[in-house]
């Protein structure tokens, strides 16, 4: 039987071998922590920033600024910074105006029936951005009961029952005449779409805010 000395080529060969087996395992791990970071990190970054747009909407929406305007779409375009809200973007706002309807809602239209009562209905709906992008958490209300403002007329929606809003057990009750101001975002991660094909669930994040 040959032995082989310790300096050999056979013996350098096997511990080349048995490194590259470890150099490999060791990847195996790293690899997909290394982008599991990146992909957190992308995603909290675009979360945080959704959040606080999101938020600033809101309040401007509560406080009566008419999105349906362009100085206020342009306001809104300069605050969403590199987040896309173009109409062929990957990202979409969502205004909602949703009250709960009271008997005197009904009382002040004269109606001697009144479908809708104490129901959460939609009385304004605005969508800027692409809305083909995400649909709202609370329903979509038929165009046609919506005017250029984004308006429903009381009419409508204390009758037609496509103007319900769902999803509203979140909602806070508010008062007759009062209503509760929603907006939602929703902004996609173009770079992160390919992780879809390995199972990972990554294209984009969503974000909503009350008053």
Known sequence: ??????????????????????????MTMLIPMFFGMVIF?????????????????GHMYAMGVDFSTTPSQSLMTNLAQNLDVSSTGSGVVVFSQIKKVYQSDCDAQT????????????????????????AS???????????SQGNIAPPDYLVQSSLVA????????????????????????????????????????YSVSYF
């Open 1 to 26: 039987m040959a032995l082989h000395p310790p300096g050999s080529t056979s013996h350098n060969q096997r511990r080349k071998g048995t490194a590259l087996i470890e150099f490999a395992i060791v």
């Open 41 to 57: 990190g992308i995603s909290a970054g675009r979360a945080i920033q959704a959040t606080q747009f999101t938020r600033d909407m």
């Open 111 to 134: 109606m001697s029936t009144c479908p809708n009562l104490n129901a959460f209905v939609f009385v304004q709906r605005l969508v800027k951005g692409n809305s083909s992008a995400r």
């Open 137 to 147: 958490n609370y329903g979509t209300p038929p165009s046609n009961y919506i005017n």
């Open 166 to 205: 769902t999803g509203t057990s979140v909602l806070p009750i508010v008062p007759a005449g009062n209503s509760v101001w929603v907006v939602e975002s929703y902004f996609g991660i173009p770079g992160l779409a390919f992780l879809s094909s390995v199972g990972i669930p990554m294209t984009g994040v």
